[in-house]
């Protein structure tokens, strides 16, 4: 079942502008290692910059709570880009039984990412079924069948 859909595109100059006037630092706070590691021969790295930082986006707009920048990552199993995460995002996910698709692209001007968060199997109850059955009345002894 599809939890949640995030998208976000961003504009390649703003990423540009970014790295024109920080470069050590926007790399060392937005990116984890195995993503620089993966653009570094690249003749031009900001369209993969942004279309990673668009996926850290659309993640956080499937996500119930902040994480930092480092915490989500895009790597590349053969052509496909997969997500990962820091172990106690991951560590979340797989007890709710969520499951994450990506797809990033990018063009001349802009970058683009889509995140899709489907649950398949939970190990444990997720925090909106916690809450439900918390609100669901035992019959006892005060309590007529």
Same mark, same amino acid.
């Given at each position: ?9 961003? /504009?390649?100059?703003?990423?540009? *502008? ?8 926007? @790399? ?5 290692? $195995?993503?620089? %590691? ?14 990673? @930082?668009?996926? !850290?986006?659309?993640?956080? !707009? ?8 480092? $915490?989500?990552?895009?790597? !590349? /199993? *053969? ?17 709710? *039984? @969520?499951? %994450?698709?990506?797809?990033? %692209? ?17 190990? @444990? ?12 009345? /035992? ?7």
């Amino acid at each position: 079942m599809i939890v949640s859909v995030g998208i976000d595109v961003l /504009e390649l100059d703003r990423v540009r *502008g970014v790295l024109a006037r920080h470069r050590e630092r926007f @790399l060392e706070r937005c990116f984890h290692p $195995d993503e620089l %590691t993966h653009l570094a021969g690249r003749r031009d790295m900001v369209p993969g910059l942004a279309a990673r @930082l668009a996926a !850290k986006e659309a993640f956080q !707009k499937c996500w119930r709570a902040p994480f930092g920048w480092r $915490d989500v990552w895009v790597v !590349k /199993e *053969g052509p496909r880009p997969l997500l990962r995460m820091a172990p106690a995002l991951e560590e979340a996910c797989q007890n709710e *039984g @969520l499951v %994450t698709h990506l797809s990033i %692209t990018h063009g001349r001007d802009q970058a683009a990412a889509v995140v899709v968060l489907e649950q398949r199997e939970a190990l @444990l109850p997720s925090v909106a079924e916690q809450s439900a059955q918390a609100h669901v009345a /035992e019959p006892g002894p005060d309590f007529p069948e």
